[in-house]
């Protein structure tokens, strides 16, 4: 799977992301290169954190930034307040991909069995493929590992 990268995208402050880590390392995908995509990336502590959190789990963190300019967020914004853009979240994890392949997981993810090997079928397959996802509420996760949720209606 060196040939994939995983982006993994934020804007939130709490944004979960040992459970993303967690779901990863019990599929074996701790190899696999990850960019964490993350509006709040230059905070000093929150940089520190995801680091910990990443060798904790054993994940191969390539890279921890900020999304690229725009005029919707951040230091060079137009707006008066900030506003998240997912669009630019998403172009930024393109442009900074230095693999032939790339799937992108949104925050507050946890990934569920066989998401790992649904990616590699897909690589083999040679095609883009979308995934769903699942809300719910009260969401208990404990080392990657959905332990309690409640049925979002």
């Not at 993350?38 to 060798?55: G, I, Q």
């Not at 066989?114 to 990616?119: A, D, K, P, Q, S």
């Not at 083999?124 to 080392?143: A, F, P």
Request: proline share 3%; with cysteine; net charge neutral.
């Amino acid at each position: 799977m060196n040939n994939l990268t995983i982006s993994y995208i934020t804007n939130r402050l709490e944004p979960k992301i040992e459970w993303f880590f967690g779901s990863l390392a019990k599929q074996g995908g701790g190899s696999i290169g990850v960019n964490v995509i993350d509006f709040h990336a230059d905070n000093e502590e929150r940089a520190k954190n995801v680091v910990r959190l990443a060798n904790h789990y054993g994940i191969n963190l390539k890279r921890h930034i900020t999304p690229k300019p725009t005029v919707w967020q951040g230091k060079h914004r137009l707006t008066k307040a900030d506003y998240f853009a997912a669009s630019n979240a998403s172009n930024t994890a393109v442009a900074v991909c230095d693999t032939d392949w790339i799937v992108f997981v949104d925050d507050l993810s946890v990934l569920r069995p066989g998401w790992l090997n649904c990616v590699k079928e897909a690589i083999e397959r040679g095609n883009i493929t979308c995934g769903g996802y699942r809300k719910v509420l009260e969401l208990q996760v404990e080392d990657g590992e959905v332990i309690h949720h409640k049925d979002h209606p």
